[in-house]
């Protein structure tokens, strides 16, 4: 039987009318057509299908929508501002720390996570925060240093009282 379900998705409420066996990933891609969280192995083990939740990352994958109602829900969509790419989105690019791009979503959530409890963080606390998130066609190195950057950049722009 279906219910009603309030998710609070990057910023906006939207009411969905589901069963409550529908995985969050689920309703992200096929309710709210936000398609940046990929399903891949869908038993939570490699990380493509990312998302935050209270800002902590989750495998929307293994994670019913109803278990997440009323909570703070952040995908890769909601990254960019006003047309601007967040700076991790940017580091990714400018470091080519992504060949197919299937993992790229949920890297950049587990990065964001990280970034936003330690905004300094060590190349091993990098390797940690990501180490739930598989990448089956580059190498972590470059992934490695899009996240070292894009750490060094936010703090600059904080430092500089940029928004």
Do not use: W
Not at 2 to 8: F, I
Not at 17 to 24: D, V, Y
Not at 100 to 119: H, V
Request: charged share 25%.
């Amino acid at each position: 039987m279906k219910r009603s379900v309030l998710l609070r998705v990057n910023g906006e409420t939207h009411e969905v009318f589901i069963t409550p066996s529908r995985t969050l990933l689920e309703v992200l891609r096929h309710d709210l057509h936000l398609t940046g969280a990929k399903e891949a192995c869908g038993i939570g083990a490699c990380g493509a299908c990312s998302v935050l939740v209270n800002g902590k990352p989750v495998n929307s994958c293994i994670t019913l929508a109803v278990e997440v109602e009323g909570q703070e829900i952040e995908t890769i969509e909601g990254l960019a501002e006003a047309g601007n790419l967040h700076p991790l989105q940017k580091a990714f690019i400018d470091h080519h720390a992504f060949q197919c791009g299937f993992c790229t979503p949920g890297m950049i959530m587990a990065a964001k996570a990280l970034l936003d409890r330690n905004p300094e963080p060590t190349e091993e606390e990098i390797r940690n925060a990501i180490s739930g998130n598989l990448c089956r066609c580059t190498g972590y190195g470059n992934i490695t240093n899009a996240i070292l950057s894009a750490a060094e950049k936010m703090r600059k722009k904080e430092s500089s009282g940029e928004r």
